[in-house]
């Protein structure tokens, strides 16, 4: 079974660096054709789609935040780590982590909520 | 860049009527790659629909999905009350990937 939790701070202040985390079990990042993504949601607003990191440390970001967001891994830890710098309000929102195989999301985590305000 | 283009905004519909929701891409979607997927308050988006056509595993079979190149359809041919919900397309054909603004089916 698959399952994913993600973790980081709930509220973070404008201009800050915020850090998130993918903790995962039931796959390994060292099999091919992994990966894991990160999406967000703002309350009451759809989804975005943030960044995604494979196997093999290939990555692609949004191009809206590629200058923002730095994705990497720990495969001996089974976790991915999100990086998003100089944090704004309109960055408040639920952010998910999901398994991903190809470029398809299968299986999300429960989501953590991130608050941005001073 | 290929933006998704979900209608309608809202769907009210009563429970055993059939829902039709539309997903049309700015550019062909490669292969197919477009996916349907259901959320409910406060939880994570679950996959229903993959390769525009293809339940996932554990998906009643009252949902389906078709179409191809720009436009897509989910179907929910008789709507169970579990089935009220907001639901999102997505491409995963290239990069960046892609999400619709969504569709809320809700009780009429």
């Known amino acids: 079974q698959i399952t994913l939790k993600e973790s980081g701070p709930t509220l973070v202040k404008p201009t800050q660096t915020l850090t998130l985390t993918c903790s995962f079990s039931?796959?390994?990042?060292?099999?091919?054709?992994?990966?894991v993504a990160w999406i967000r949601q703002p309350p009451g607003k759809a989804l975005e789609w943030l960044a995604l990191?494979?196997?093999?440390?290939?990555?692609k970001y949004s191009p809206s935040l590629k200058g923002r967001l730095t994705i990497t891994k720990d495969t001996s830890r089974n976790q991915v780590v999100l990086t998003m710098t100089d944090v704004d309000p309109m960055d408040t929102a639920t952010y998910y982590c999901?398994?991903?195989?190809?470029?398809?999301?299968?299986?999300w985590g429960q989501g953590t909520l991130v608050t941005v305000s001073s | 860049e290929i933006v998704l283009t979900q209608s309608p905004g809202t769907l009210s519909l009563s429970p055993g009527e059939r829902a039709t929701l539309s997903c049309r891409a700015s550019?062909?979607?490669?292969?197919?790659?477009l996916a349907w997927y259901q959320q409910k308050p406060g939880q994570a988006p679950r996959l229903l629909i993959y390769?525009?056509?293809t339940r996932a595993t554990g998906i009643p079979d009252r949902f389906s999905g078709s179409g191809s190149g720009t436009d897509f359809t989910l179907s929910i041919s008789r709507l169970e009350p579990e089935d009220f919900a907001v639901y999102y397309c997505?491409?995963?054909?290239?990069?960046?990937?892609?999400f619709g603004g969504g569709t809320k089916v809700e009780i009429k």
């Open positions: 997505h491409q995963y054909a290239y990069s960046p990937l892609a």
């Open positions: 999901a398994h991903t195989t190809g470029w398809l999301h299968r299986t």
């Open positions: 550019q062909t979607v490669g292969n197919d790659y």
């Open positions: 990191i494979y196997w093999n440390d290939d990555n």
């Open positions: 390769d525009a056509s």
């Open positions: 039931g796959f390994s990042l060292s099999d091919n054709f992994m990966g």
